[in-house]
């Protein structure tokens, strides 16, 4: 098992060990907004993994101000519950049906989002960049982003924009060149603009790069301990690629080079998306696994191919169920995403548009 150190203090060279705490906030909305700006501070200090108590640690938050801190804490580095306001010490069944629910939305969506939280987590342990990343370090000729203290990277491909103030259903949000798509509309932005979007109590603002390719897994349960089939969460856009990364979890035998590397690309020319999984590179044997699809995509396709293959379309998910069958697509035109079983032919798909 993996060493863990934790520590409020360090010096030059603290960022070689594992976790920087951010000591004892108070659970005052005055105090959340620092406390996202002493986590992007830490991170341009080479310090990759950065935790704090979600929703403050001294007195007791109130619903509101526990609901957007935890929607953040669970898109960044580390997150960590722990508070002094005994007897709910910041336990999300204490502050209410509605924070349990949001809670549990953001809990989920972290726990599928692992493979790439790993995969970024691998890319600091070899360059430096931190998970929770300031703006103007991925923008630095972008004098817009040079101010920004409440907005940041989370890996590579998703862009997190935390609601800090009290009442609030609407913020402003910078995106920086390029083109961006809404994480849960999939609705599609042009960049090196300001935008002022929606944010009911239960929305964190998430933003995806136009081309990203995002790997997911199942919300594992309790004894699981890995996933047995990754859903590929594309958002075509171009040429673009993403190169996955396993090891065993536990052991430090990553460090003798007993790892695995796996690159996806993804193109989109002209009336055509191809995506296709290369074979695993690398000493570490991955466990069986299989790969289904989604792509955020404005249009339904006029057909989906595996391998080559045909792949038979479906109306709905309901219907596919229906079906029995291990393959299949459907697309939701609400949420404008196609979804592709593929079957045996896993590792590679094509959709005509």
């Known amino acids: 098992m993996r060493g863990y150190n934790l520590t409020r203090e360090g010096y030059a060279g603290i960022q070689r060990y594992p976790y ?10 005055q105090y959340f907004s ?5 986590g992007l501070n830490i991170g341009l200090s080479g310090v990759g993994y950065w935790g704090h108590c979600m929703g403050g640690f001294e007195q007791e938050a109130d619903p509101e101000l526990y609901i957007r801190w935890t929607q953040f804490g669970l898109m960044s580095s580390v997150p960590h519950l722990f508070g002094m306001d005994h007897p709910d010490y910041k336990e999300p069944w204490n502050y209410g049906e509605q924070a349990e629910k949001i809670f549990r939305k953001y809990d989920r969506l972290r726990y599928r989002l692992i493979p790439y939280i790993y995969t970024e987590a691998y890319k600091m342990h070899k360059t430096g ?34 609601v800090t103030t009290k009442g609030a259903r609407s913020r402003v949000v ?20 300001y935008k002022t979007v929606v944010t009911p109590l239960e929305k964190l603002p998430v933003f995806v790069k136009a081309g990203s390719i995002i790997p997911m897994q199942k919300v594992l349960d309790l004894g699981e301990e890995t996933a047995d089939t990754l859903t590929i969460d594309v958002f075509p856009y171009g040429k673009s690629s993403y190169t996955l990364y396993d090891d065993d979890g536990k052991s430090a035998q990553y460090k003798k080079g007993e790892y695995a590397l796996t690159k996806i690309t993804s193109e989109k020319d002209g009336n055509a998306v191809h995506v296709q999984i290369d074979q695993p590179k690398g000493a570490y044997d991955i466990p069986d696994r299989s790969y289904k699809y989604q792509l955020h995509l404005s249009e339904k396709p006029q057909s989906v191919t595996a391998g080559g293959q045909s792949v038979q379309s479906f109306s709905n998910k309901s219907n596919f169920e229906k079906s029995g069958k291990k393959s299949g697509w459907y697309y939701d035109d609400q949420a404008h995403v196609v979804y592709v079983f593929p079957g045996a032919s896993d590792h590679e798909i094509s959709l005509q548009l």
Do not use: C, H
């Open 20 to 29: 920087i705490f951010a000591g004892d906030w108070p659970s005052r909305w």
């Open 34 to 38: 620092p406390v996202i700006k002493a």
């Open 129 to 162: 960049l931190p998970l929770m990343r300031a703006l103007v370090l991925e923008y630095q000729n972008d004098a817009n982003t040079y101010d920004i203290g409440d907005q940041y990277m989370f890996g590579s491909n998703l862009m997190i924009a935390p």
């Open 174 to 193: 910078y995106l920086p060149k390029g083109t961006w798509f809404d994480y849960w509309t999939g609705k599609k932005y042009e960049g090196k603009q």
